[in-house]
């Protein structure tokens, strides 16, 4: 009978795959304007209310640059129009939407992107890590209880090894294309350099 240590192993590494792939999605170039519009505050009945709490802030599809949002209540419009102007960027309003015009972000901006990035990377790695470690602390804690053998806790070991690296090379890979993408092939070419100047 083949040992399940590994198996299992392998399977939470998939599953932590295919979750991180998700949360690739998530993260857009866009994300920079919107940390600057999301800072924005407005004072309501003399207490400081910030933007997402008085309206749905979103990104419009098809559209990068382009930020809108659903304000809750129209009597909020002026005062998020005010404040959103004020800090440099150009609106319109539509009824319940104000349309945000948003000029396409730094470099600067675009790596603090990339930081919170290589966060949820560091994130979904600990999950490899944590599979591969449960997997071997139950083939060793099986050997010293005499249910299999210590070969078969090596094999299992040395399997849930290749399996992380495989898994962490396409976390990497994964990763490396979405920075790519977030960055553009110019700030991409600047990125790959300082991070050498690192090393």
Known sequence: MAEQYSIQAETL???A?????EVLKGV???NANMALIKAIRITISGKPRRLVDVGDLRTKENDENKLEVLVFNTD???DLVDEINESGFETNVDGQF????VPDPSYKQLMEVVD???RK????QGRLTKAKSEATT???TAVENEFIEQGVASQASKKCDVFYDQYAGQMDELTDAKILEILGDEFYKKYQDEELEFQ
Not at 98 to 101: P, Q, S
């Open 121 to 124: 990377k560091n994130s979904a």
């Open 138 to 140: 139950r083939a060793r």
């Open 17 to 21: 795959v295919e979750d991180y792939v």
């Open 76 to 78: 909020h419009i002026p």
């Open 116 to 118: 919170d990035l290589k």
């Open 13 to 15: 590494m998939k599953a």
């Open 98 to 101: 104000i349309h945000i015009d």
């Open 28 to 30: 857009q170039a866009s």
